[in-house]
Protein backbone atom coordinates (compact mmCIF):
# COMPACT_ATOMS: atom_id res chain seq x y z
CA UNK A 1 0.00 0.00 0.00
CA UNK A 2 1.54 3.57 -1.00
CA UNK A 3 0.96 6.32 0.85
CA UNK A 4 -0.04 9.33 -0.87
CA UNK A 5 0.50 11.68 1.37
CA UNK A 6 3.78 10.96 2.91
CA UNK A 7 5.10 13.36 0.19
CA UNK A 8 3.60 16.30 1.17
CA UNK A 9 2.15 19.64 -0.95
CA UNK A 10 5.00 21.87 -0.46
CA UNK A 11 7.49 19.87 1.28
CA UNK A 12 11.50 19.70 0.00
CA UNK A 13 11.97 16.84 -2.29
CA UNK A 14 13.60 14.23 -0.53
CA UNK A 15 17.72 14.38 -1.02
CA UNK A 16 19.17 13.12 -4.49
CA UNK A 17 20.84 10.06 -2.85
CA UNK A 18 17.11 8.70 -1.61
CA UNK A 19 15.14 9.73 -5.41
CA UNK A 20 15.39 5.92 -6.11
CA UNK A 21 13.04 5.19 -3.33
CA UNK A 22 10.09 6.90 -4.96
CA UNK A 23 10.05 4.61 -7.98
CA UNK A 24 12.30 1.38 -7.02
CA UNK A 25 12.08 -1.14 -4.46
CA UNK A 26 13.80 1.23 -2.08
CA UNK A 27 17.34 -0.31 -0.87
CA UNK A 28 18.92 2.04 1.57
CA UNK A 29 20.77 -0.12 4.58
CA UNK A 30 20.32 1.64 7.44
CA UNK A 31 23.66 2.69 9.32
CA UNK A 32 24.08 0.29 12.40
CA UNK A 33 24.38 3.06 15.14
CA UNK A 34 20.91 3.95 14.40
CA UNK A 35 20.02 0.59 15.41
CA UNK A 36 22.30 0.59 17.67
CA UNK A 37 20.69 3.62 19.05
CA UNK A 38 17.32 2.61 19.15
CA UNK A 39 18.33 -0.36 21.42
CA UNK A 40 19.85 2.27 23.73
CA UNK A 41 16.20 3.76 24.39
CA UNK A 42 14.28 0.60 23.62
CA UNK A 43 14.15 -3.15 25.05
CA UNK A 44 12.16 -5.91 23.90
CA UNK A 45 10.66 -8.88 25.15
CA UNK A 46 10.75 -12.13 23.18
CA UNK A 47 11.63 -12.46 19.24
CA UNK A 48 11.78 -9.41 16.68
CA UNK A 49 10.76 -9.95 12.86
CA UNK A 50 12.93 -7.52 10.72
CA UNK A 51 9.97 -7.19 7.39
CA UNK A 52 12.31 -5.42 5.03
CA UNK A 53 15.84 -6.92 6.01
CA UNK A 54 17.50 -6.40 2.84
CA UNK A 55 21.08 -7.10 3.06
CA UNK A 56 20.36 -7.88 7.17
CA UNK A 57 21.99 -4.15 8.40
CA UNK A 58 19.59 -3.82 10.53
CA UNK A 59 19.11 -7.62 11.67
CA UNK A 60 22.46 -7.67 12.29
CA UNK A 61 22.82 -5.42 14.73
CA UNK A 62 19.71 -6.73 16.99
CA UNK A 63 20.95 -9.84 17.22
CA UNK A 64 24.72 -8.31 18.20
CA UNK A 65 22.55 -7.05 20.75
CA UNK A 66 21.28 -10.49 22.19
CA UNK A 67 18.03 -10.41 20.29
CA UNK A 68 16.40 -13.67 18.38
CA UNK A 69 15.38 -12.11 14.83
CA UNK A 70 13.43 -13.17 12.27
CA UNK A 71 14.15 -11.80 8.89
CA UNK A 72 12.46 -11.23 5.96
CA UNK A 73 12.30 -9.21 1.98
CA UNK A 74 10.23 -8.99 -0.66
CA UNK A 75 13.35 -8.80 -2.54
CA UNK A 76 16.34 -11.00 -2.66
CA UNK A 77 19.55 -9.19 -1.23
CA UNK A 78 21.00 -12.18 0.16
CA UNK A 79 20.12 -12.15 3.55
CA UNK A 80 16.81 -13.83 5.73
CA UNK A 81 13.17 -14.65 4.00
CA UNK A 82 12.85 -13.50 0.64
CA UNK A 83 9.69 -13.32 -1.77
CA UNK A 84 8.12 -12.31 2.09
CA UNK A 85 5.42 -9.71 1.44
CA UNK A 86 4.58 -7.84 4.71
CA UNK A 87 1.60 -6.02 3.77
CA UNK A 88 -0.64 -9.28 2.77
CA UNK A 89 1.31 -11.47 5.14
CA UNK A 90 -0.83 -12.48 7.74
CA UNK A 91 1.06 -13.91 11.38
CA UNK A 92 1.78 -13.26 14.96
CA UNK A 93 5.12 -11.79 16.51
CA UNK A 94 6.35 -10.30 19.82
CA UNK A 95 7.60 -7.57 18.22
CA UNK A 96 8.36 -5.62 14.47
CA UNK A 97 11.47 -3.63 14.16
CA UNK A 98 12.41 -1.82 10.75
CA UNK A 99 13.30 0.92 8.50
CA UNK A 100 10.31 0.28 5.91
CA UNK A 101 10.27 0.97 1.97
CA UNK A 102 9.84 4.96 2.03
CA UNK A 103 6.99 4.88 -0.05
CA UNK A 104 4.75 2.29 1.59
CA UNK A 105 5.37 3.43 5.46
CA UNK A 106 1.44 3.64 6.64
CA UNK A 107 0.89 0.34 4.58
CA UNK A 108 3.73 -1.05 7.02
CA UNK A 109 2.61 0.40 10.22
CA UNK A 110 -0.90 -0.65 9.75
CA UNK A 111 -0.03 -4.07 8.96
CA UNK A 112 2.54 -4.08 11.59
CA UNK A 113 0.19 -3.06 14.42
CA UNK A 114 -2.27 -5.89 13.14
CA UNK A 115 0.66 -8.56 13.56
CA UNK A 116 2.61 -7.40 16.37
CA UNK A 117 1.40 -8.36 20.09
CA UNK A 118 4.06 -6.33 21.93
CA UNK A 119 6.31 -3.74 20.20
CA UNK A 120 6.53 -1.86 16.75
CA UNK A 121 9.45 0.31 15.93
CA UNK A 122 10.03 2.26 12.57
CA UNK A 123 12.44 4.36 11.60
CA UNK A 124 10.88 7.26 10.26
CA UNK A 125 10.99 10.77 8.62
CA UNK A 126 9.80 12.90 11.24
CA UNK A 127 7.85 14.87 8.64
CA UNK A 128 5.74 11.34 8.71
CA UNK A 129 4.25 13.01 12.09
CA UNK A 130 2.02 15.86 9.46
CA UNK A 131 -0.45 14.90 7.04
CA UNK A 132 -4.30 15.28 7.25
CA UNK A 133 -5.12 11.83 6.40
CA UNK A 134 -2.67 10.46 9.13
CA UNK A 135 -3.85 12.99 11.56
CA UNK A 136 -7.44 12.34 11.32
CA UNK A 137 -6.78 7.93 11.02
CA UNK A 138 -3.62 6.10 11.41
CA UNK A 139 -2.72 8.93 14.31
CA UNK A 140 -6.28 9.50 15.94
CA UNK A 141 -6.64 5.61 16.12
CA UNK A 142 -3.63 4.53 16.85
CA UNK A 143 -1.00 7.12 17.87
CA UNK A 144 2.18 6.25 18.68
CA UNK A 145 3.34 5.39 22.24
CA UNK A 146 6.91 7.08 21.70
CA UNK A 147 9.17 9.02 19.49
CA UNK A 148 12.28 8.88 19.68
CA UNK A 149 14.19 12.02 17.35
CA UNK A 150 17.38 12.12 16.35
CA UNK A 151 20.04 14.71 17.61
CA UNK A 152 22.09 13.81 15.19
CA UNK A 153 20.99 13.27 11.47
CA UNK A 154 21.16 9.88 10.30
CA UNK A 155 22.58 9.50 6.61
CA UNK A 156 21.24 6.87 4.43
CA UNK A 157 22.88 5.95 0.76
CA UNK A 158 22.58 3.29 -1.51
CA UNK A 159 24.20 -0.32 -1.42
CA UNK A 160 27.69 0.42 -1.73
CA UNK A 161 27.93 3.96 -1.43
CA UNK A 162 29.98 5.65 1.09
CA UNK A 163 28.81 9.62 1.62
CA UNK A 164 31.23 12.42 2.73
CA UNK A 165 28.31 15.24 3.49
CA UNK A 166 25.44 14.47 6.20
CA UNK A 167 21.76 13.97 5.42
CA UNK A 168 19.20 16.64 4.99
CA UNK A 169 16.17 14.80 6.23
CA UNK A 170 14.98 14.93 10.37
CA UNK A 171 14.21 10.90 11.14
CA UNK A 172 13.15 9.54 14.70
CA UNK A 173 12.15 6.22 15.93
CA UNK A 174 8.37 5.43 16.17
CA UNK A 175 7.08 3.37 18.72
CA UNK A 176 3.96 1.21 19.44
CA UNK A 177 3.88 -0.08 22.44
CA UNK A 178 0.81 -2.56 23.79
CA UNK A 179 1.95 -2.14 27.50
CA UNK A 180 2.00 1.68 26.98
CA UNK A 181 -1.35 3.62 27.16
CA UNK A 182 -1.50 7.27 27.12
CA UNK A 183 -0.39 10.01 24.82
CA UNK A 184 2.90 10.10 22.72
CA UNK A 185 6.18 11.00 24.96
CA UNK A 186 8.72 12.75 22.76
CA UNK A 187 12.24 12.47 23.58
CA UNK A 188 15.79 12.80 21.92
CA UNK A 189 18.37 10.72 21.41
CA UNK A 190 21.16 11.49 22.60
CA UNK A 191 24.39 13.20 21.43
CA UNK A 192 27.47 11.33 20.60
CA UNK A 193 26.12 7.61 19.46
CA UNK A 194 26.89 7.94 15.88
CA UNK A 195 30.69 8.35 17.04
CA UNK A 196 30.44 5.54 19.95
CA UNK A 197 29.11 2.95 17.50
CA UNK A 198 30.45 3.72 14.56
CA UNK A 199 33.67 2.45 16.12
CA UNK A 200 35.47 -0.29 14.40
CA UNK A 201 34.10 -2.85 16.83
CA UNK A 202 31.79 -1.48 18.76
CA UNK A 203 30.46 -4.73 20.69
CA UNK A 204 32.58 -3.98 23.76
CA UNK A 205 31.01 -0.15 24.30
CA UNK A 206 27.53 -2.21 25.20
CA UNK A 207 28.48 -6.33 26.20
Not at 29 to 56: K, N, Q, Y
Not at 83 to 112: H, K, Q, W
Not at 117 to 137: D, I, T
Request: proline fraction near 9%; aromatic fraction near 12%.
Amino acid sequence: MVDPTYRLAGAPAPALRRKADLDGPDFFPTPAWATHALCEVESFAGTIWEPACGDGAMAEVLRARGYQVEASDLFDRGYGQTGVDFLTTDRRVPNIVSNPPYNSAEGFITSALRQAEGKVAFLLRLAFLEGSSRGSGLFKTNPPSHVHVFSERVTFAPAGVTLTNGGTTAYGWFVWDRETDGPTVLSWIPVGLRKRFSAPDPLPLFA
